[in-house]
């Protein structure tokens, strides 16, 4: 409970944050002008105190178990979300939210079992089997492709890319965590010592470097995308990644034709669910394009819509983020149409045609 509810205010903290810092003139998933901001700090400290509860939960349970409960900040994020950052979901995107979560608690249910270890020397044995690590090889080269190639290109339109590195990496810094906590309290419960194994320090490094890498992506994705669309969707993106990564860790695919199907089910519900998550993006009217009854020339013409257009990077920067990529898209559209109507009205005006 604490978990959920820590975690769901930290997002909207910081996506308050993140939004004054865009209103004092950072570009949206640009620069790191947002530490410096108290509120995306609070934020920042609400979500660490949570994950020490989730490191605390991941000692004592198995993942499987432990990161579907995240349900619970999807709850709490749109809450507050809608109260202190005035972002709306439509019906369409509130089933889908229902949607997604239903999907995550029938794998959650119908997962295959897990061994949860209980020393730092059983989970080195488990992550160096050859098909963990050819899974964990594969999240990496495509989290660098994501984070390379797909990140410039579409990371500003498509809030997946930048959720899909923080999932790749986290279902990561998971397992990792798993494996530490329960080292730790097997070191206190026993007296067995874990801090004298090399590998120990290892999976530290591995953590730490995981949840940065974390944190920053999701930052971009907060800063870019509704907090109301980006939760959810990272919840569930982030439970799939977790189970799956855990499920090949500890060999867990062994189970019943039926247990399969449920979590082939889930999956195409959650599916379904992401799917009207996406569509559910209102699109924001644009003003009429204002031109004067006096203009007389394709110069006057061109200088009353190019006051029009001149402040279209302010108007990005003041419009609400979650609708920001696509009025700048939009705009763009407007002014390749503006220049065709200035061809045309030179070509009526002057009779200069081809």
Not at 59 to 76: C, D, E, H, K, M
Not at 177 to 206: C, D, K, M, R
Request: glycine letters at 8%.
């Amino acid at each position: 409970m604490c978990l959920g509810v820590l975690i769901g205010s930290s997002f909207v903290f910081k996506k308050k944050g993140l939004i004054n810092c865009t209103r004092n003139g950072m570009l949206a998933g640009e620069g790191y002008a947002y530490l410096k901001s108290m509120m995306w700090w609070t934020g920042m400290i609400m979500m660490v105190v949570g994950e020490v509860c989730n490191f605390v939960a991941y000692a004592f349970v198995q993942p499987i178990l432990v990161t579907p409960l995240g349900a619970l900040s999807v709850v709490i994020c749109a809450v507050l979300s809608s109260i202190f950052l005035q972002e709306r979901l439509n019906l369409q995107g509130k089933v889908g939210c229902a949607q997604c979560i239903i999907g995550a608690t029938i794998i959650v249910l119908h997962a295959p079992q897990q061994s949860a270890v209980k020393t730092i020397q059983e989970f080195q044995h488990f992550m160096a089997q050859p098909v963990f690590l050819s899974w964990m090889i594969l999240i990496v080269l495509v989290s660098l492709w994501l984070i390379w190639k797909a990140g410039p290109r579409w990371g500003k339109e498509h809030m997946m890319v930048y959720i899909g590195i923080c999932s790749l990496i986290g279902s990561l810094s998971v397992v990792a965590t798993q494996a530490l906590g329960a080292a730790i309290v097997h070191n206190i419960s026993t007296g067995e010592p874990q801090f004298n194994i090399w590998f120990t320090y290892f999976v530290i490094i591995f953590m730490v470097i995981t949840l940065l890498i974390e944190i920053n992506y999701l930052n971009k994705a907060l800063n870019l995308f509704n907090t109301a669309m980006v939760t959810p969707t990272y919840y569930v993106t982030f439970t799939s990644a977790t189970i799956i990564t855990s499920a090949i860790l500890y060999q867990g695919f062994h189970a019943s034709v039926v247990a399969i199907l449920s979590v082939v089910f889930g999956f195409f519900v959650i599916c379904g669910g992401v799917l009207l998550l996406q569509t559910s993006k209102p699109v924001v009217p644009l003003p009429p394009i204002p031109i004067p009854e006096n203009a007389t020339d394709a110069s006057e013409l061109e200088a009353a819509m190019g006051g029009e257009f001149a402040t279209t990077e302010e108007k990005g920067l003041e419009c609400d983020n979650k609708y920001s990529t696509m009025v700048t898209a939009s705009e763009h559209c407007r002014q390749h149409n503006c220049i065709l109507s200035i061809f045309l009205w030179d070509i009526l005006k002057h009779g200069d045609g081809p």
